[in-house]
């Protein structure tokens, strides 16, 4: 009895180790494709002229909501590579890993052709008037499905080092294909093209990390499960993303042309409190949905994952707070005169959301995604509503962005103390 309770004890210990371990890692990745994505951006805005810079970031703005309905297939597909890892069913994983990327690769091509058929009215939204710009950016939607595949296998079998690497990849491969053709005088062409040959040569890197699963066999396993879960899980997900981009794009559309630009480097700067701790997250989903696979202690991983986001995001709010003209001036160059305060508040809602991603992506490896979904749903819907109705200034956006965040977690979090005691009547049954 006691042999076996010590057993335990080391499984959890070395279940917690790795969490650490893999956490930092992907934090260290995330911070590195965070570091290249700000460099692009900062590399754009010195190498484009301000017209030509405003319509390359509002079309990558709008662009990364849109990114997010590809980018949601990867939770779906790393929930069901561990539950059929934890089963010891690689043959499965194998089968579901060739399904989803023949229906990902044809539903790419779909988007595509969708895409570009609405290109006029993006270029009008947005006041560009070449429609190829929108045309080239949506291009990307080819592989844009199929990547994310890739990478949730990938994340699904706990193989983090390739994960990490190949998310990094496409950042590195679009900073400094961009830097190349817009020194080659290409302009808002060569910010644009990158990002397509990014996604290609990532597909085909992706592609051969996972070759040796066909040395398993291709067992046929039941995915009707998997396009329920992945329904309300790609709704959270967009959600999620428009709550987190959307005021970019609004900004660019209601402010003037120079408070837009000073909000745009503003959130670039505040985001970091966003994307700094997410790798713990990306660490945890599949660590918690195989525990809940096997009927293990999930929770205690959650409260784990949850300290490290709030002091890794914590610590930057807290940089802002007190030297914050110091880390304007010293990234963002001084171009951006934007009031200390709003990047505190700024970087206090990110803080936020990335804690509801955290909760967010442990609900989803416990199968409660519809409960997730609806609560994002209402949130993504007021925020856009109040930009709309209350745009006239950057302190407006700001704290509409402060008030969507704590929201977020206000309405996703109840959902912890639900889980919580579910697990205690576990243990007293």
């Not at 992706?206 to 329904?231: D, I, P, Q």
């Not at 408070?259 to 503003?266: I, K, L």
């Not at 195989?290 to 409260?303: I, N, Q, T, V, Y």
Request: charged share 10%; proline share 3%; with cysteine.
């Amino acid at each position: 009895m006691a042999i076996n309770f010590s057993r335990t004890i080391l499984k959890e210990r070395l279940k917690t180790d790795d969490l650490a371990r893999h956490g930092l890692l992907m934090t260290a990745f995330g911070l590195l494709a965070g570091l290249l994505n700000y460099l692009y951006q900062l590399s754009m805005g010195i190498m484009l002229s301000p017209a030509e810079f405003a319509t390359l970031f509002s079309l990558f703005s709008l662009f990364m909501i849109v990114l997010w309905i590809p980018r949601s297939l990867q939770l779906p597909m790393t929930k069901f590579v561990s539950a059929l890892k934890a089963r010891g069913n690689m043959s499965g994983v194998n089968y579901l890993w060739r399904f989803s990327l023949k229906g990902t690769l044809l539903l790419g091509l779909i988007a595509f052709a969708a895409s570009a058929a609405a290109s006029p009215l993006v270029s009008r939204l947005l006041n560009i008037d070449n429609n190829l710009f929108p045309l080239i950016m949506f291009l990307s939607f080819v592989f844009a499905f199929s990547v994310p595949v890739n990478l949730g296998v990938l994340q699904g079998l706990q193989r983090f080092l390739p994960l990490g690497f190949s998310q990094t990849l496409w950042a590195l491969l679009r900073l400094s294909l961009a830097v190349l053709l817009v020194s080659l005088g290409l302009g808002v062409y060569g910010g644009l093209i990158p990002i397509v040959l990014a996604f290609g040569i990532v597909f085909l890197v992706t592609m051969y990390l996972l070759k040796g699963l066909s040395s398993f066999g291709n067992e046929r396993v039941e995915l009707s499960a998997l396009r329920s879960y992945t329904g309300f899980a790609s709704l959270a997900f967009v959600c999620f993303a428009m709550l987190t981009n959307i005021d970019v794009v609004l900004a660019k559309h209601y402010l003037s042309s120079q408070s837009a630009e000073v909000y745009a480097g503003m959130s670039l700067l505040g985001r970091v409190a966003l994307f700094a701790p997410m790798g713990i997250a990306v660490a945890m989903f599949p660590k918690t949905s195989e525990l809940f696979e096997r009927g293990g202690d999930h929770l205690s991983l959650l409260k784990k994952s949850a300290l490290y986001v709030v002091l890794i995001g914590g610590a930057v709010v807290i940089t802002y707070l007190l030297f914050p003209d110091f880390v304007r001036d010293f990234l963002l160059r001084g171009k951006y005169a934007f009031a200390s305060p709003d990047l505190v508040k700024y970087g206090l809602a990110m803080l936020f959301f990335v804690l509801s991603f955290l909760l967010m992506s442990y609900f989803l490896s416990l199968n409660r995604s519809k409960k997730v979904a609806l609560p994002l749903v209402g949130v993504a819907i007021l925020q856009v509503v109040l930009i709309v109705l209350y745009h006239s200034s950057i302190a407006q956006l700001v704290n509409i962005m402060l008030v969507s965040g704590g929201l977020c977690l206000a309405f996703i979090f109840p959902l912890y103390w639900e889980v919580r005691n579910e697990q205690k009547q576990t243990r007293n049954r």
